[in-house]
């Protein structure tokens, strides 16, 4: 459904060119719900506005919704539904005027438009907001109404940019459902962009992860986890003297990391935690060793990000205050 190669984009700018996005190859099935996972100024939104044809390239290519981009930009256009970061519904329209008015660029008909309007919202949660002042409605359904606006020419393929970024926890909730609805009933193909793990994870089938304008991992939100930083087992001793000897054993298995000690606790990494952890007891046992607890943390996406660029995605990350940055 995507093809990009080599896709990057330059920004010239007074103080000199800012290179947003480095050469990004990505590639979208049909039928995936597919998350662009990154800090603020990662190059999400830049890749997002070249791959809807709102931004041309400074290098690469891609095929979207089975269109060239550089090619036949107008195919991609009719093909795809975007759903901008900041939303794009104005003050003054009404909700369904504006979701109309937006199919009718599209070349379908009113009535159509009308019709599907209309089903839209009751799916969406927006009924009997059709005549409301867009200016009026609350943050969560001005997102909500962003997406009908996204989708109202029935596209295969929809892009959205932090489609929940401002929302509080339950309205995020919300659109997530009805994110893989668009998925499960439709059919359609979804690429967005989050800086929240907590979305990357309970939403998205696969994730990329850009930083500084690369893709530095790719995978399921279960690969990821697993491929990056495995889980950790923390013993902790009942016996200060036992300490060295647990991490003794520790480190005997099958992939561990050299185990870190820290008072009674010694902790230890581990590809696959749940499969060793009968076996550890075990041997802890066989040696006359006894634990005054025992956890398996499985680890986070936040792991996964700390272990891929040495500093944390949750920095700044809070759903009750949710930041912008800096990005233009
Ligand atoms: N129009 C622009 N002119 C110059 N620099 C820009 C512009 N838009 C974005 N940038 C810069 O490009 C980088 C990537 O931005 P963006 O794609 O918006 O990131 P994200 O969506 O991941 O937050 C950032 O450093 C940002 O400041
Ligand atoms: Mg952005």
Redesign the pocket.
Known sequence: MIHARGLART?K?RRGD?D??RGVDLDVDAGEIVGFL??????????LRMLTTLLRPTRGEATVAGADLRRDPGAVRRRIGYVA?SGSTSGEARAGEEVVDHALLYGVERSVATARGRVLFEQLELDGLWDRKCSSLSGGQRRRLDIVTGLIHTPRLVFL?EPTTGLDPQARANLWTHVRGLRDERGSTVFL?T?YLDEADALCDRILV?DH?QIVAQGSPEELKQRVSGDAVLLSASQPTDVARIAAIAAQLPGADVPTVDGHLVEVRVPAGRTLLAGLLRSLDAEGIELAGVELRRPTLDDVFLTLTGRSLRDGESPAQPSE????
Not at 38 to 47: E, L, R, V, Y
Not at 325 to 328: K, R
Request: hydrophobic share 30%; glycine share 20%; net charge neutral.
């Open positions: 920004y700018t800012v947003a996005v990154g800090p603020n100024g990662a190059g999400k939104t830049t890749t970061q940019d962009t800086h850009i304008g940055g800096a990005a233009a």
